[in-house]
């Protein structure tokens, strides 16, 4: 047994060192989990493809008929892409969940659970790593929007915080698609399920079309849609002037803290869900 192994198993360490020994497992995992992206680079390449071809489909087939609802002076790329990075975001989320299962049915967690490790650092490694996989896509997708005419015209600062919204949705729905992945444990099963709770999220919301526009009865639903209320406040982020006047809804202050406390809530909630649903798979 190494030095370091039996440091770890010898005496139950403070505080202090519990927490940066978990850190360290998290990190480890982290590169573990990316260097999956880095041997099997396709699984990168096909995240792009679809929400590159989401923009042509419809920056060029739609967006002539959609513009038409947009308030005057805004077009419609302007008002796509940044639904664009939040639909990206969470769809990108899904890995996550397919990750931890196809762990769970290889034996790996299993692996994990034998070693002198922090048991949280599973899936912190593994959120963690789809951050940096989301950021990665998200820039990818900004380069896109630029080839296309989308800009960022309220400045670098707002174009930080757009950028930071949208991964930190995307780690937010990877605890959802974390504790799908415990509790279904099966690769398939996750893949189909991710999408029945995603596409009403995603199409039923302000991504692709002003609320407006839809019948009174979805616009309830599309109006109280979290997905909503972050296009908005990423629109906000890259457009100038008041969002008021852009049919935003509300002030950009407003639509920042609206975004703050639905990610705070949905991590309050599947936080501990997820944490729970992994401590049943041993």
Known sequence: MSAKLAERTAARPGVIRRIRLAIADGLILTRRNLLHYVRVPTLLVFSTVQPVMFVLLFRFVFGGSIGR?????????????????????????????VGLAEDLGKGIIDRFRSLPMARSAVLAGRTTADLFRNLVVVLLMTSVGYLVGFRFQAGILFAVLAVL????????????????GLLLKDVES????????????????????????MPGWLQVWAKA???????????????????????????????????????AAILAVFVPLAIRAYRRTG
């Open 69 to 97: 609802a947009l308030p005057p002076g805004l077009n419609y790329v302007s008002y796509l892409m940044p639904g664009i990075f939040v639909q990206t975001s969470i769809f990108g989320a899904t890995a996550t969940g």
């Open 225 to 263: 849609d979290p997905v909503s209320v972050w296009a908005n406040t990423l629109r906000s982020f890259t457009l100038p002037g008041d969002p008021q006047t852009l049919n935003l809804g509300s002030s950009r202050l407003a639509l920042a803290l609206q975004s703050g406390l639905w990610v």
């Open 190 to 213: 996750v893949q189909a399920a991710s999408f029945v709770w995603i596409f009403p999220l995603t199409f039923a919301s302000s991504v692709f079309v002003p609320v407006d526009t």
């Open 165 to 180: 919204l949208a991964i930190g949705v995307g780690w937010t729905f990877s605890w959802i698609s974390a504790t799908i």
